[in-house]
């Protein structure tokens, strides 16, 4: 059967994997690809998204691919478009649409609701696509397949999940030109995913707790593939594109010493591309961080968040403390490995003394790169609850967290008390920038307090950051936008 995939934005590294697996069992797969521009999270300008829009070529793409069977991705901030896109394809196609993803999997009984999705996938999407695909070929019972929610007689048919995937070397080598094929400039930064479930930490705003809860006794959720199978797969890469940098997308990359010794010695020796890695500071040791430098890392990416004892103990549930994240910067430093943290600003119990507070130790470990977010509150996260406890949260903003009507990260999430965190947002640009007694400076005089250009000295800073240093990601980015603004042109130009 021919399956048409439709997505927004960037790659989906999930999907990738469920294409491949279909290939092998001998059905044909192709993406309509929406690259979403300015609005797609990174850069959101409202009058250059509609003159770039791709929306109108969506829908009759997918019609011309005349596909079996359409499955729309979907995550939180995308699945508003993907709503809007499915309706579009159903008035001219009478064909089943699968919705699956993160946001299916969180709300299905959301999702399944609307008319225009058949069916709702939860977890882990091969198998469920296969058998959803398989009975439809032969005519098959499509309402007790595991994973999968439907309707059935104006009624909802709610299954169960089926067992994880226990050895990910099982699975095919994740289909790139799915999206390569699309966006051939996604290819200058190759993302690659090592492990599933691969974090340790249980934090209230992520979506691992509820695939955690969801996959209770369903088989170990944290699984990670061997270094032959992830070797294979970038010895296929660097032969097929030749990427600039890899980037791996696991939760924490840092994972067990066992298997980081044989992959450094093995990507140093067979790759040689510069790579970025994300982890957490607990993982961070002497040893960790000489491995990983000397495999050819060039930056790692260490996920912070807060620096306030009481909500990363009791508001996000993470482990570390203050003292472990300055160690495993100094550790970082020593082993000569450039690094970014990440910071969220907008957690339910803080305020101007726990950015102050923040901006204080950012300013004494004085970080080369800092990523601020707007805390965004995902459906049916834990951190919802404490949302509800400081009233920053009524059931009309969980109704359209559900729905997807939230602002993205960089429009300030969905926090309510935004405006005591604006005045923030400066700073920490600022931090890597200025002396550490020019951040003094203006803390002390409170200068910081008129400084309200955060979005705009993010963007200039990239900007900067992207001429000047290498950057794996910004390089794409401008690649990646420069193509599909030519591809409108010459699309307008076709219907002329």
């Known amino acids: 059967?021919?399956?048409?995939?439709?997505?927004?934005?960037?790659?989906?590294?999930?999907?990738?994997?469920?294409?491949?697996?279909?290939?092998?069992?001998?059905?044909?797969?192709?993406?309509?690809?929406?690259?979403?521009?300015?609005?797609?999270?990174?850069?959101?300008?409202?009058?250059?998204?509609?003159?770039?829009?791709?929306?109108?070529?969506?829908?009759?793409?997918?019609?011309?691919?005349?596909?079996?069977?359409?499955?729309?991705?979907?995550?939180?901030?995308?699945?508003?478009?993907?709503?809007?896109?499915?309706?579009?394809?159903?008035?001219?196609?009478?064909?089943?649409?699968?919705?699956?993803?993160?946001?299916?999997?969180?709300?299905?009984?959301?999702?399944?609701?609307?008319?225009?999705?058949?069916?709702?996938?939860?977890?882990?999407?091969?198998?469920?696509?296969?058998?959803?695909?398989?009975?439809?070929?032969?005519?098959?019972?499509?309402?007790?397949?595991?994973?999968?929610?439907?309707?059935?007689?104006?009624?909802?048919?709610?299954?169960?999940?089926?067992?994880?995937?226990?050895?990910?070397?099982?699975?095919?080598?994740?289909?790139?030109?799915?999206?390569?094929?699309?966006s051939p400039p996604m290819a200058d930064e190759y993302r690659i995913v090592t492990c599933h479930g691969a974090c340790p930490n249980r934090c209230t705003y992520c979506c691992n707790h509820i695939l955690r809860i969801i996959y209770k006794g369903k088989g170990k959720y944290m699984r990670r593939r061997s270094v032959k199978n992830v070797m294979e797969e970038l010895l296929l890469m660097k032969k097929k594109y030749n990427p600039s940098i890899v980037t791996f997308f696991d939760e924490v990359f840092f994972l067990k010493k066992d298997w980081l010794e044989e992959f450094s010695k093995r990507y140093k020796e067979e790759i040689g591309i510069p790579y970025k890695c994300v982890t957490y500071p607990l993982?961070?040791?002497?040893?960790?961080?000489?491995?990983?430098?000397?495999?050819?890392?060039?930056?790692?990416?260490?996920?912070?968040?807060?620096?306030?004892?009481?909500?990363?103990?009791?508001?996000?549930?993470?482990?570390?403390?203050?003292?472990?994240?300055?160690?495993?910067?100094?550790?970082?430093?020593?082993?000569?490995?450039?690094y970014e943290i990440d910071h969220i600003l907008g957690f339910p119990n803080e305020g101007d003394a726990e950015q102050i507070e923040a901006v204080k130790f950012y300013n004494k470990i004085r970080p080369p790169s800092i990523n601020f977010y707007w805390l965004k509150y995902f459906p049916r996260t834990d951190i919802i609850e404490h949302g509800k406890e400081y009233e920053l949260l009524d059931d009309r903003m969980i109704d359209e967290i559900e729905q997807g009507l939230t602002p993205s990260w960089l429009k300030g999430g969905n926090v309510k008390n935004r405006k005591i965190f604006i005045k923030y947002q400066s700073l920490l640009i600022l931090i890597p920038i200025l002396p550490a007694g020019a951040i003094e400076f203006l803390l002390k005089t409170g200068v910081y307090k008129y400084l309200r250009l955060g979005t705009l000295f993010l963007a200039f800073s990239r900007a900067v950051k992207s001429l000047f240093f290498y950057d794996g990601r910004l390089k794409m980015l401008r690649k990646h936008y420069t193509y599909f603004i030519r591809k409108k042109f010459r699309l307008k130009q076709s219907r002329k």
């Open 1 to 182: 059967m021919k399956v048409v995939f439709v997505y927004a934005a960037f790659e989906q590294l999930g999907l990738e994997y469920i294409s491949s697996f279909l290939k092998s069992k001998g059905h044909d797969t192709k993406l309509v690809f929406d690259p979403l521009l300015f609005a797609d999270g990174y850069l959101d300008v409202k009058f250059l998204n509609k003159l770039f829009s791709y929306s109108e070529y969506v829908s009759d793409q997918v019609k011309e691919l005349d596909p079996d069977i359409v499955g729309i991705s979907s995550v939180t901030d995308n699945y508003l478009w993907g709503c809007i896109t499915a309706a579009n394809i159903k008035k001219k196609l009478d064909i089943p649409i699968v919705f699956g993803g993160i946001h299916p999997t969180a709300v299905p009984d959301r999702v399944i609701r609307n008319e225009f999705v058949d069916f709702a996938v939860v977890g882990e999407g091969e198998f469920p696509l296969l058998d959803i695909i398989t009975r439809l070929e032969n005519g098959g019972e499509l309402h007790d397949i595991p994973n999968v929610w439907s309707k059935k007689n104006g009624s909802i048919i709610k299954n169960d999940v089926r067992d994880l995937i226990p050895d990910l070397d099982a699975l095919p080598i994740p289909d790139k030109d799915l999206f390569f094929d699309e």
């Open 283 to 338: 993982s961070i040791t002497d040893e960790t961080a000489s491995l990983i430098k000397e495999s050819g890392c060039n930056v790692v990416q260490i996920g912070i968040q807060t620096v306030n004892d009481y909500t990363r103990k009791n508001i996000i549930r993470r482990r570390e403390t203050t003292e472990d994240i300055e160690k495993a910067v100094n550790i970082l430093k020593r082993a000569g490995l450039d």
